[in-house]
């Protein structure tokens, strides 16, 4: 049984960065998304990595600003986020692709139980 946590949640202002880890205990994971959802609306897909690195997609909401990536030593995969806007709050969550759209969280099992970002303005 594979579980994952999210950390490195926190307060930020606009412009700022935090960097996002999910790691993996149980055994190896393979393709991961992370996700996010904020307060009253839908969850919204972020970034996607394959098991090897790459390819790798990210929403265009973030693109240039978010890099997903992966350390399979550490088992875990990390989201660095930069040039934060107050939009990007919500709690982002990691989990496991399965198959089909990467950008569909119904595509996804094994979901952790988040971490709240928050940027102020």
């Known amino acids: 049984q594979v579980q994952l946590v999210e950390s490195g949640g926190g307060l930020v202002q606009a412009g700022g960065s935090l960097r996002l880890s999910c790691t993996a205990s149980?055994?190896?994971?393979?393709?991961v998304g992370w996700f996010r959802q904020a307060p009253g609306k839908e969850r919204e897909f972020v970034a996607h990595?394959?098991?090897?690195?790459?390819?790798?997609y990210h929403a265009n909401s973030v693109k240039g600003r978010f890099a997903i990536s992966r350390d399979n030593a550490e088992n875990s995969v990390s989201l660095q986020m930069n040039s934060l806007k107050p939009e990007d709050t919500a709690v982002y969550s990691c989990?496991?692709?399965?198959?089909?759209?990467?950008?569909?969280?119904?595509?996804?099992w094994g979901w952790g139980k988040g971490t709240l970002v928050t940027v102020s303005s």
């Open positions: 989990a496991i692709y399965s198959d089909g759209d990467v950008d569909g969280a119904i595509n996804y």
């Open positions: 149980g055994r190896a994971v393979r393709s």
């Open positions: 990595i394959h098991w090897s690195g790459s390819p790798a």
